[in-house]
């Protein structure tokens, strides 16, 4: 086995728990890609087991404390097991308001690199590092084993593989002779279409399942007529909102815009409303889509005196790291200003940032700055989070990269 010795001080975050070792952390050592290695002390004392990359500023991602553990076939069942056994405690016991659930969350479940999701009868997985793109093969046994599903599709194209020096990879990895690559989900009280092969991420947003969910129960409690989503996507939250309505008898007289630059994305969003019973709504215009800029149609609402009572913003990651803070939280800032503006008193403005480099102190800040800019003031009557199966542990602060904020105008 071969071993990386840490130079002397850099042993702390191990000794905390945490899985990462940057590459300034190193004394000597190395190994190929996706290599497990023994990591040891400046001292020579054993700290952990850790698959190397040798291409990552993220030298080595931890798969053990133990000394005793060996890396092989039944680690990796024991951990998918433990990780889907988990969902259940969670509150995502079957059957479950969602057959969309994130299964594997990296390396808040001893997995550096590996998001596993399952929707309906399929699992998709991300291999997004060295370690767990060498173990592949097993991993994939093991997945199938602890799930007890047939079919594995993978998706392992996001842009991160290139910074621990892997190709893009997609296709099916188990049971996919003559399966659909299109699944149509449950979520709460509305269906929705996932595109494993093309949709974002491992095919859908199911961190925002929850946040959906409450957006609908909003919508229906307090029964506003002028809604905007903005970043729409494949329309989850669109789908969300009017169901909510319908439930409430509220859907007569509504209308909701939404916003995507995404031809693709707002086909299918169209789609997703078809298959929850609004095509009328789609015909009549009373549910619209925009093939537009965000930022330039907020301007151009704000110049034709356009207001809306609910606005969501959902926008892409701004900042994938805390290098780019600054400039995303400019961005960030800009559009929440535009969408005061556009807010009606006593309107809801769900807000939210995906990006990792941006914590929730800095988002509050920044939403504050923007109301402040905006020359109004409003209650913030909720935090957002992902839905409880994108956990955080207490050891791995960096896997909150979701948060939101909802805020009533005064």
Request: with cysteine; glycine share 10%.
């Amino acid at each position: 086995m071969k071993t990386i010795h840490l130079r002397p001080g850099k042993e702390r975050a191990l000794l905390r728990g945490h899985p990462w070792i940057y590459d300034n952390a190193l004394a000597s050592g190395g190994g190929d890609s996706g290599e497990t290695v023994r990591v040891v002390s400046s001292e020579g004392k054993f700290l952990a087991w850790a698959a190397f990359s040798p291409s990552s500023k993220i030298r080595a991602r931890v798969w053990s404390f133990d000394e005793a553990q060996r890396i092989d076939a039944p680690f990796f069942v024991a951990l998918c097991a433990a990780s889907i056994s988990a969902r259940s405690r969670l509150g995502y016991e079957k059957p479950i308001q969602s057959d969309g659930v994130r299964l594997i969350h990296g390396e808040v479940d001893g997995l550096p690199g590996l998001i596993v999701d399952q929707y309906g009868d399929t699992l998709v997985a991300q291999f997004l590092s060295a370690g767990v793109e060498r173990q592949k093969k097993l991993i994939t046994a093991a997945l199938l084993q602890a799930s007890g599903l047939k079919k594995l599709y993978e998706r392992s194209d996001a842009s991160s593989r290139t910074l621990e020096g892997l190709p893009a990879m997609t296709g099916w990895l188990a049971g996919g002779e003559g399966a659909p690559e299109e699944v149509v989900i449950q979520e709460h009280a509305w269906k929705l279409q996932v595109s494993i092969s093309e949709g974002h991420k491992t095919g859908f947003y199911l961190d925002q399942r929850d946040n959906r969910h409450r957006f609908a129960q909003e919508a229906a409690r307090l029964k506003f007529r002028r809604m905007l989503n903005c970043y729409c996507y494949t329309g989850g939250f669109t789908a969300a909102g009017l169901t909510g309505l319908r439930d409430a008898g509220a859907l007569e007289g509504a209308q909701i815009t939404s916003i995507d630059s995404s031809g693709p994305a707002i086909e299918r969003a169209k789609a997703n409303l078809v298959l929850n019973g609004f095509e009328a709504q789609l015909a009549d215009g009373s549910a619209s889509f925009m093939d537009a800029d965000v930022n330039a149609s907020l301007r151009q609402f704000i110049a034709e005196g356009r207001t809306f009572d609910m606005i969501i913003l959902d926008p892409p990651k701004f900042a994938p790291s805390a290098a780019h803070a600054e400039r995303a939280a400019r961005a960030y800032k800009d559009i929440n200003r535009l969408a005061f503006k556009l807010l009606e008193p006593g309107g809801l403005l769900y807000t939210f940032s995906c990006s990792g480099g941006i914590d929730a102190d800095l988002f509050h800040k920044i939403v504050a700055g923007a109301a402040m800019d905006a020359g109004v003031d409003g209650y913030i009557t909720a935090h957002l989070n992902a839905a409880p199966d994108h956990p955080i542990t207490m050891r791995f602060p960096e896997g909150e990269y979701l948060k939101g904020l909802v805020v009533m105008k005064k």
